[in-house]
């Protein structure tokens, strides 16, 4: 094996960093080589508690032995099919587990590798559907300020995340974008709001032509954009009844949401609403492999079958054999163990912990079952952000990180109009002493941040 200051050098000089400085990554950057349970350990023998759980990822923790041999086994059987000419075993029988889970109106399941390019897959469902359907005019996406859809460019047109997008503007598509639902920085009640928002949304089908608009798309609960923004309880079924209205297809994005994430196998549980197309990725194999899932509606599946048309996409590694024999041991775990109620349960200890913080920079702690975020500003009273320079949130996570326990800290997706964000996701395998490590490290380094900014 490589020695250490061999590894450090190739750290700092021939791999690209995912959306981190260079300068980080080359110097600082944990260097790891095993993992178990909700933790991993890096070359200098240093263990961290992984409190985003990978990125939101890996619900089921690190090390599961059921995962890795149904992996394995699968590798013995099959290791490749290339799905455009035959089907594998696995991919048929995850399809099968996924649609009984899914709401009631899915039909059909397409496989591909990640979340990014997950929802690139339900922007050309949602464009081919019209097509076929001769409203070929019907080509563009309406999305959400403060939003995260995909570092691939048809998913970041529909992304509303500055320091995710600026580099790259104009962005490839115009898609237009309303507000988030984001109860925080409202002033009204959060039922009048769900209201407002989906007048706001129908104003905008109008004032953009419904005949050019095919879907929306929105995360059920904000993920890293929004840091957990959970919407008004009424606002997915007036949105749902304005997407009706228009023939505009509905695409929730679960991707961070999906599997358990918020409490519930999926998100949209929590407001009871039927999308047409669900996009998901991330817990589907709790990180054991890539893999990522598209669903549409039985009204979809229609339409391609009744004309007998190819859906024109198709993906090299997509519904790979392996990945889906390890997103079938994952449904396993999440169905049988019922690991939802895990999120429910651990999500509330620390959430509530986290609501007795008294830091002055704590503007709001919000989110659903652990999928949890908080929000730092300057002045809670009129909830100010901090300066663009003011790095509050990644301060608190690399203090964080320096204490053993790795969370996400960033600005929000609109710097100048919300506060830095903060967190915490961990594996819903998360054990209750590492529970109290986590609300103890990010009490003191919210704390060191209240020093050091304000
Ligand atoms: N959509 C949401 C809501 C996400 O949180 C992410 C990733 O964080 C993506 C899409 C993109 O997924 P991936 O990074 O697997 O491409």
Redesign the pocket.
């Known amino acids: 094996m490589n020695n250490k200051s061999h590894l450090k050098k190739l750290r700092k000089n021939i791999v690209w960093p995912h959306s981190a400085n260079i300068s980080y990554y080359g110097t600082k950057a944990p260097i790891l080589i095993n993992c178990h349970g909700s933790t991993y350990t890096d070359i200098n023998g240093v263990q961290y508690i992984d409190a985003l759980a990978g ?3 890996v619900n089921l923790g690190y090390g599961q032995d059921k995962i890795i041999d149904a992996m394995k086994n699968q590798l013995d059987q099959l290791s490749y099919n290339y799905s455009s000419y035959s089907i594998s075993v696995p991919e048929l029988e995850l399809a099968e587990s996924l649609l009984n889970i899914l709401p009631e109106n899915m039909g059909r399941i397409f496989f591909g590798t ?6 690139e897959t339900a922007i050309k469902l949602a464009r081919q559907y019209h097509y076929i359907s001769d409203n070929k005019k019907k080509h563009r996406i309406i999305s959400r300020k403060i ?6 460019l048809g ?1 970041l047109s529909a992304t509303s995340f500055l320091v995710r997008t600026r580099a790259f503007e104009p962005l490839l598509l115009d898609f237009p974008k309303v507000n988030a639902a984001y109860p925080y920085r409202s002033d009204d009640d959060e039922l009048d709001l769900g209201v407002q928002l989906a007048q706001e949304f129908e104003q905008t089908i109008k004032n953009e032509d419904a005949d050019t608009i095919s879907a929306f798309i929105a ?1 059920p609960v904000v ?2 954009a929004g840091g957990a923004i959970v919407p008004p309880s009424n606002y997915m079924k007036n949105i749902k009844e304005i997407c009706d209205k228009y023939n505009v297809l509905l695409i929730f ?1 679960e ?3 999906g599997f358990g994430r918020t409490g519930k196998m999926f998100a949209t549980e929590h407001w009871n609403v039927e999308p047409d197309i669900m ?1 998901m ?2 817990g589907l194999t709790s990180g054991y492999s890539p893999l ?1 899932a598209v669903s549409t509606s039985k009204k979809i599946n229609e339409i391609f079958e009744d004309s007998d048309s190819a859906f024109m996409h198709g993906i090299t590694y997509g519904g790979h054999p392996v990945s889906c024999a390890a997103g079938q041991a994952s449904l396993d775990m999440y169905v049988k163990k019922n690991m939802s109620n895990y999120a429910v349960t651990k999500g509330d200890v620390l959430i509530n912990a986290f609501k007795e913080f008294k830091h002055n920079l704590i503007g709001d702690v919000r989110g659903l079952g652990l999928l949890i975020g908080i929000e730092l500003v300057s002045d809670q009273k009129s909830k100010k952000p901090f300066k663009l320079n003011q790095e509050v949130g990644k301060f608190v996570a690399s203090k964080s990180l320096e204490k053993g326990v790795k969370i996400y800290g960033g600005k929000g997706a609109e710097p100048e109009l919300m506060g830095d964000l903060v967190i915490i996701s961990p594996p819903f395998v998360i054990e209750s002493t590492q529970i109290d490590k986590i609300i103890e490290v990010v009490d003191e380094t919210i704390s060191s941040a209240e020093k050091e900014f304000l």
Do not use: L, P
């Open positions: 990125v939101a990822n990640g979340g990014s390019e997950a929802n939003s995260y859809h995909g570092a691939t998913a995360e993920g890293m994005d991707i961070i949401t996009t990725g991330k990522s």
